[in-house]
């Protein structure tokens, strides 16, 4: 290959390297962000657990405030059952303990539904804490290996500022500053791989005298249509398998 080529291949190598870990870099801020809003919606979640948790037990108590209002009342009437003197005042009291009586029944069916529900609610937020504490040490995690890849990827940048020193050094200077121009132009990408006679960026087919003199690897050929300098990769034959 062309000592040239070559070094334009390796430059936007380099290059797409680059790019990416700066990319990668810039996303930390929105990465972060999705972390607080996962710990965030979790931290929700068991919030909304346990109000519902307390508005029951609030509930319960009220039923059961009122419970105490009409044993109250009962005992009230009993008291009075014992002093009346006539049937008609009798039979009013017992009509009034009836009511009573019934009144205590429905409340106490309240407060089993309510202790039933309560249980049902215990386990919702302890299901909402250990989400918590399960969201939480993921997230813990991710951000470990965020800040490792972070390191990583500074490291890479460094090293790509050196290699990408050098072999610029190397490489003819009206070369470089057409790989510059094109790589602004098209994105960062200012090299491609032409396959089947079409580049392989822009899918546009090649003239055949000029996809088999990029085939050769031995000249600097641009794609007539998006200007990218283009190489060749030979196809590997597949081993013919052993005769048996």
Do not use: W
Not at 204 to 212: H, T
Not at 216 to 233: E, G, K
């Amino acid at each position: 290959m062309l000592p040239d080529l070559e070094r334009l291949i390796t430059l936007q190598r380099l290059d797409s390297t680059a790019e990416a870990a700066r990319r990668t870099l810039a996303d930390e801020p929105e990465r972060e962000r999705s972390f607080d809003a996962r710990l965030e919606t979790a931290r929700q979640q068991v919030a909304a657990a346990k109000s519902r948790l307390t508005d029951n037990q609030s509930a319960r108590r009220t039923i059961e405030k009122d419970v105490a209002v009409h044993q109250g009342r009962l005992s009230k009437f009993r008291e009075q059952a014992m002093a009346v003197k006539t049937n008609v005042e009798y039979h009013a009291v017992q009509k009034e303990m009836s009511f009573a009586q019934t009144e205590i029944r429905a409340l106490e069916d309240k407060i089993l539904e309510r202790m039933l529900e309560a249980d049902e609610l215990t386990a919702a937020v302890k299901k909402a804490e250990a989400d918590l504490a399960s969201e939480q040490k993921a997230i813990d995690a991710a951000r470990k290996a965020m800040a490792a890849e972070h390191v990583e990827l500074n490291a890479t940048l460094e090293r790509i500022v050196r290699e990408r020193a050098e072999l610029v050094a190397a490489l003819d200077k009206a070369l470089l500053g057409t790989f510059e121009l094109v790589s602004r132009r098209r994105n960062g990408v200012a090299v491609a791989e032409a396959q089947d006679g079409i580049c392989t960026i822009c899918h546009v087919r090649l003239r055949p005298q000029v996809f088999n003199t990029v085939r050769r690897n031995d000249q600097i050929v641009q794609c007539d249509s998006c200007q990218r300098f283009l190489y060749f990769v030979p196809k590997v034959a597949a081993p013919e398998a052993a005769n048996l």
